[in-house]
């Protein structure tokens, strides 16, 4: 029957495909239809992953950002589980151990030193003293009387052979010694009272970085200090991503004269110098802030005490001032969004604004919320250490990063280890942050997808 027989695959463009199987040597059924099975096995099939994982393993492939991760979490440990290990704290004052340099010699080599130098820089000159008792003693263990005379000769010819003498060696040097010696410093610092507890046998933690000149160990205010820096960066970030989640999400979802309104505010916002603002508050919050810490023993009253008012201030200027940035990018988000499809379905079945904007509209910018959030997170490190540096930051006996490299300035010719330790923390520290940052923001961005 003419139904049994099989149809050609192209109909009308059979001759011309039997040209071509025959031209270029390809099987007959080169062009037919693929079965069921072919097509199934042809179609490769991939797991359906989140947002989130697929964002994580765009991340992994991002070495810098992985770098940045992992230096990122090693000064996290340095700063929070660091001071757990060292028997100092940062504001201890070690007697005996003032301006120790991080590289010191072992208590031995230290001997080994001691002996050379009392060894090569010995005189076999004896004084005029020391030669007329000599000779005082001679005279009466012969019996005979030692006169003034005698003691006059022996000045004399003291004073004669000293001019006659030739001038004398050079004296041996400590670095003269150390190169002979072949000695090495090692690293961790220690006072002479340290190296004398360790070679008795007492176990004495070594200053790594050295002390101040008031005997603090460097190490563990540079751990503290680290600490706050992070403490304030994260505070300050996550302060800025509420103020201006809320704001510029109103500011896009309403739109019209209110969007109009709360933008001119922005731009005022945006022309008031940050800087006065800080200094301003400060002046003005400082003897209200001494009264309340003074009127009782609370728990605010202590923290008020441990953060100081200046670092108060900072908190407050942040609160004002540098939220604009993160409102003015979720409304550029909110705009876009909320002309979709599903923001019309949820105001058909009568979500209110606050609804939409909370289920709807802020998690679908949660990729520029992260991201810009991370990246206030070293921009307020940075204004944190500035300030401290130039002395409105944090209040003593409290430390930071910015603190501790203003107060190496008097010594850095004499100590340049003081101010190069903090700073290198400080720079890799910002540095990791917005690199990882940057890593993250290419991440979360689905337009970037790979």
């Keep these: 029957m003419a139904n049994d027989r099989k149809k050609p695959a192209f109909g009308s463009l059979q001759p011309q495909i039997d040209?071509?199987?025959?031209?270029?040597?390809?099987?007959?059924?080169?062009?037919?239809g693929a079965s069921k099975e072919e097509r199934i096995n042809f179609i490769q099939e991939r797991k359906s992953v989140s947002y989130w994982k697929d964002?994580?393993?765009?991340?992994?492939?991002?070495?810098?950002?992985?770098?940045?991760?992992?230096?990122?979490?090693?000064?996290?440990?340095?700063?929070?589980?660091?001071?757990?290990?060292?028997?100092?704290?940062y504001k201890q004052m070690v007697r005996g151990s003032e301006s120790l340099h991080p590289w010191h010699y072992s208590y031995e080599d230290r001997q080994k030193i001691n002996d050379y130098l009392a060894e090569?820089?010995?005189?076999?000159?004896?004084?005029?003293?020391e030669m007329i008792e000599q000779a005082r003693a001679e005279a009466e263990a012969e019996g005979r009387k030692f006169s003034k005379i005698d003691e006059a000769k022996i000045r004399a010819q003291a004073n004669v052979t000293q001019e006659a003498a030739e001038p004398?060696?050079?004296?041996?040097?400590?670095?003269?010694a150390i190169e002979e010696l072949k000695l090495k410093k090692k690293l961790f610092g220690y006072s002479e009272e340290e190296l004398e507890r360790k070679a008795n046998g007492e176990k004495v933690f070594p200053h790594v970085f050295g002390t101040d000149d008031q005997?603090?160990?460097?190490?563990?205010?540079?751990?503290?200090?680290?600490?706050?820096s992070i403490i304030v960066g994260i505070c300050a970030a996550l302060l800025v991503l509420v103020i201006g989640a809320i704001y510029g999400s109103i500011s896009g979802y309403c739109g019209g004269m209110v969007d109009a309104v709360m933008q001119r505010i922005v731009e005022i916002i945006y022309s008031?110098?940050?800087?006065?603002?800080?200094?301003?508050?400060?002046?003005?919050?400082?003897?209200?802030l001494?009264?309340?810490?003074?009127?009782?023993?609370?728990?605010?009253?202590?923290?008020v005490t441990l953060l100081g008012p200046n670092l108060i201030s900072m908190f407050i200027a942040f609160g004002l001032l540098y939220w604009v940035t993160m409102s003015r990018i979720i409304r550029g988000q909110i705009l876009q969004l909320k002309q979709q499809e599903y923001v019309t379905?949820?105001?058909?079945?009568?979500?209110k604004g606050g609804r939409i904007i909370r289920k709807h509209l802020l998690p679908n910018c949660i990729g520029q919320i992260i991201t810009t959030t991370f990246l206030q997170i070293p921009s307020a490190i940075f204004l944190e250490s500035f300030l401290s540096f130039v002395g409105v930051g944090v209040s003593a006996p409290l430390t930071s990063l910015g603190s501790m490299c203003s107060e190496a300035l008097s010594g850095l010719s004499t100590f340049p280890y003081r101010l190069f330790i903090p700073a290198f923390i400080l720079s890799i520290l910002i540095l990791s942050l917005n690199l990882f940052g940057d890593g993250l923001r290419d991440a979360l961005d689905p337009r970037l997808k790979k």
Excluded at 57 to 67: D, F, S
Excluded at 221 to 228: I, L, P
């Design 120 to 129: 090569h820089n010995k005189t076999e000159v004896l004084s005029v003293d």
């Design 19 to 32: 040209d071509i199987l025959q031209w270029n040597d390809l099987p007959a059924d080169a062009f037919d």
């Design 345 to 351: 379905a949820a105001k058909a079945l009568g979500a």
């Design 168 to 176: 004398a060696a050079e004296e041996v040097t400590e670095q003269d």
């Design 215 to 228: 005997g603090r160990d460097i190490m563990v205010r540079v751990m503290v200090g680290a600490r706050v």
């Design 55 to 89: 964002a994580w393993r765009r991340l992994k492939k991002n070495t810098v950002a992985m770098v940045a991760l992992a230096i990122i979490i090693i000064l996290a440990l340095f700063a929070f589980v660091g001071p757990v290990f060292v028997p100092y704290t």
């Design 272 to 288: 008031v110098p940050e800087m006065l603002i800080i200094l301003l508050l400060s002046a003005t919050l400082k003897p209200a």
């Design 290 to 303: 001494e009264t309340f810490q003074n009127s009782g023993d609370g728990f605010f009253q202590g923290m």
